[in-house]
T-cell receptor
């Protein structure tokens, strides 16, 4: 158990509204990641962080922003949610060269 | 560019059969890591194995075994005497441990395994 929690676990929101997903870890890991999982695509990296206030874009970063003001929290924000952002979102931490995932957040944008 | 291909979208077997899940990767880097993850119907992602590019030894863990062949860029996963609890989606992934995207996982699209009693 890598001590990763995600909140909320499920969310339904309307197109155009802002949404923030939270990833929280308890073991002081430096690297944190946000992925999205969609049928037929596997998991794709959205953004990652390599320390407090240090973040970078992944493969599918358009429409998303992130922030990390504390080691333990990595926030993913959809500034104006669209239906194409309906997905399951996973947070991960890196321990050595192994990544461990949180339980996921299922987001539905109607 | 890096890429992971899992050509088998879905596999269905009967309990106690052996099954092999294929994974082919592409990278020009000489240092990399390969991974397998399991996603059961409950949805969480479970780490199964990590293998580095300099270690081509096969690995066995109980009913699970992995065959890494650099010559064919493959990292296949075999389940011996499958059980219903093995039903899940299995993902193969590649990581380049340095550079701009250091530590980011590149996933295949997954293989859904159904084991029927």
């Amino acid at each position: 158990d890598a001590g990763i929690t995600q909140s909320p676990r499920h969310k339904v929101t309307e197109t155009g509204t802002p949404v923030t997903l939270r990833c929280h870890q308890t073991e002081n890991h430096r690297y944190m990641y946000w992925y999205r999982q969609d049928p037929g695509h596997g998991l794709r990296l959205i953004h990652y962080s390599y320390g407090v206030k240090d973040t970078d874009k992944g493969e599918v970063s358009d429409g998303y922003s992130v922030s990390r003001s504390k080691t333990e929290d990595f926030l993913l924000t959809l500034e104006s949610a669209t239906s194409s952002q309906t997905s399951v979102y996973f947070c991960a931490i890196s321990e050595g060269f192994e990544q461990y995932f949180g339980p996921g957040t299922r987001l539905t944008v109607t | 560019a890096q890429k992971v291909t899992q050509a088998q979208t879905e596999i269905s077997v009967v309990e106690k059969e052996d099954v092999t899940l294929d994974c082919v990767y592409e990278t020009r880097d000489t240092t990399y890591y390969l991974f397998w993850y399991k996603q059961p119907p409950s949805g969480e992602l479970v780490f199964l194995i990590r293998r580095n590019s300099f270690d081509e030894q096969n690995e066995i863990s109980g009913r699970y075994s992995w065959n890494f062949q650099k010559s064919t860029s493959s990292f296949n996963f075999t389940i011996t005497a499958s059980q219903v609890v093995d039903s899940a989606v299995y993902f193969c992934a590649l990581m380049i441990p340095y550079g701009g995207s250091q530590g980011n996982l590149i996933f295949g699209k997954g293989t859904k395994l159904s084991v029927k009693p």
